[in-house]
């Protein structure tokens, strides 16, 4: 009776939730788009006086925009496949081979997670500031890899571990070559959660402020970067905002793939939850 | 290989930023045992004023999350259907959110003539006193930008919670307050643990949005290391900055390792 009771019964709070989690958390960003289409906008009005794509030409017109997304996306593309070059095959080592010092270095890299960030990116530019690395492309590849490695190695290994043990073994059985069993078995069902794991750090990536900016910035401009000088030094709202709808699009693309991943449990244990 | 780049990138630096802020040259030369750089740390009134903001933002994020996200973990587990799945995709979303794009947004809503204060004008109220560039709008970026991880590791907590007991307690009587107490809470210790050190490491390394969002003066741990060390020419200072925020995160970092440790041995 009871049961039957709730189950008809309005969800009160989770409207409530669901009502002050979009004010808070859909509205702002609203705003953003709202005053990227703005042409004028000025204070006591509730909406834009005229709307219009005037600041997008402005903004797309700008030489140091297109600069910053050049570097922006040659940096990602380059530390992506790095780290998956780097962190691919030690996943499916970690996830598979047993080998002595497993563990230890397993934890080596949850170590570098349970430092605090920034520190650490500070101590690593002290020694960047001997090598000369400050201020190049290299020495920000470099730091943005450190960013990745951990995302890199956690979710393939969480991947290749749900792989099922008895297919891989019954096709060895019929006579499969270990590398044929790799590509026609392993890799098919480890496939979607390592495309996430790649299509994640490539969006994180591209959003890493804070290496660039220790490490890059001036000589190497990346979009948040040049974002970062729009908001302390640019008159025009407009140039922001446009940016924001711009620098978002990849970010909206990974929401959409990498849902199956968060929702799947597998990112928050990742995570020690 | 990998394995070589981790050491030389993450156990190298730490190990280096430590030994050469107090093993390094004097004013002779001569290499030797030296705190003065922490000392200089501990007795200037700005450096210390900077720290006890780092530690009170920490604090008040920390509080401000738990209250925040604890109820919607607890709603997301006990309820299924349509509407707990938007809620969730709304608590997870500002993960895809950069903390740049946030930091603009939060100017344009809660700054000075911002969207709020439009609303407040229409509605004939007086203008709010914006956070903007004061301590407390590090503090509401990131709770903003901490809340999907947050909800994420509890519910992954509360997963371990399972619906007999909650019923079973029910059944001999037991209020929703009780059961939160007696059932839930106890199972979800670690999950609050967890959480809690995510958000002292995350706010000890935070610096896009207190250093967009908040005071020039006193400034957050972030900021501060990243001004000593690049408007300052001073990485001396900067690491030493950069080692005391790793001590005051390893009671956090080595708990997550050991969290994580025992959720994870294969």
């Known amino acids: 009776m009871a049961r039957t009771l709730a189950a008809t019964r309005i969800d009160w709070v989770g409207v409530a939730f669901a009502v002050v989690l979009t004010i808070v958390i859909v509205f702002p960003l609203l705003v953003v788009g709202t005053w990227a289409f703005a042409e004028v906008w000025r204070f006591p009005a509730l909406i834009p006086q005229q709307f219009g794509l005037r600041f997008w030409n402005q903004t797309l017109a700008r030489a140091d925009v297109w600069e910053a997304l050049r570097t922006s996306l040659s940096l990602s593309v380059m530390v992506t496949f790095l780290s998956a070059l780097i962190c691919l095959p030690a996943a499916y080592a970690f996830a598979r081979l047993k080998f002595p010092g497993r563990d230890i270095l397993f934890f080596s890299f949850l170590v570098g997670h349970a430092f605090p960030k920034f520190g650490l990116l500070v101590a690593i530019a002290a020694i960047f500031l001997q090598l000369n690395l400050i201020g190049t492309f290299w020495g920000v590849v470099l730091i943005q890899l450190v960013g990745t490695l951990l995302f890199m190695i956690w979710i393939p290994v969480a991947a290749f571990q749900s792989v099922d043990r008895r297919m891989e073994e019954a096709a060895r059985d019929v006579g499969a070559k270990p590398l044929r069993v790799f590509w026609s078995i392993t890799l098919p069902q480890a496939g979607p959660t390592i495309a996430a794991a790649v299509l994640l750090s490539f969006v994180g990536t591209f959003y890493e402020t804070e290496g660039a900016w220790l490490i890059g910035a001036p000589a190497v401009r990346t979009m948040p970067v040049l974002m970062i000088s729009f908001i302390n030094n640019q008159m025009v709202i407009q140039y922001g905002a446009v940016l924001s709808v711009i620098l978002w699009v990849p970010s909206f693309v990974a929401l959409l793939f990498a849902r199956r991943v968060i929702g799947g449990g597998a990112f928050a244990r990742g995570f020690g939850g | ?266």
């Open chain 2, 1 to 266: 290989m990998p394995v070589v780049l981790v050491i030389w990138m993450v156990v190298w630096p730490i190990i280096s930023a430590i030994v050469r802020t107090i093993w390094r040259p004097d004013a002779s030369g001569a290499y030797g045992f030296n705190l003065d750089t922490y000392i200089f740390f501990f007795t200037d009134r700005y450096s210390l004023d900077n720290l006890s903001l780092t530690l009170w933002t920490t604090g008040i994020c920390a509080i401000l999350l738990l209250v925040i996200c604890l109820p919607i973990a607890l709603y997301l587990r006990f309820s299924a259907g349509r509407l707990p799945a938007y809620v969730q995709g709304l608590a997870i979303f500002p993960m895809f959110v950069p903390s740049i794009i946030l930091s603009y947004a939060f100017i344009r809503v809660l700054g000075p003539n911002g969207m709020v204060d439009l609303i407040l004008n229409a509605a004939g109220l007086p203008k709010i006193r914006t956070p903007y560039l004061t301590p407390w709008g590090p503090v509401i970026g990131l709770v903003w930008d901490n809340i999907p991880l947050t909800v994420l590791i509890l519910l992954a907590g509360l997963g371990a919670v399972t619906n007999q007991s909650v019923e079973a307690a029910r059944d001999v009587g037991a209020g929703p307050i009780r059961v939160f107490w007696d059932i839930i809470l106890p199972r979800l210790g670690n999950s609050i643990l967890v959480a809690l050190s995510f958000t002292v490491l995350g706010l000890f390394s935070a610096f896009t949005l207190p250093y967009v969002l908040g005071p020039a003066a006193p400034e957050m741990m972030g900021p501060f290391m990243q001004r000593t060390f690049r408007d300052l020419y001073d990485p001396l200072n900067a690491t030493t900055q950069a080692v005391i925020a790793f001590g005051f995160c390893l009671v956090f970092g080595l708990f997550y390792v050991r969290s994580v440790a025992k959720n994870r041995t294969p």
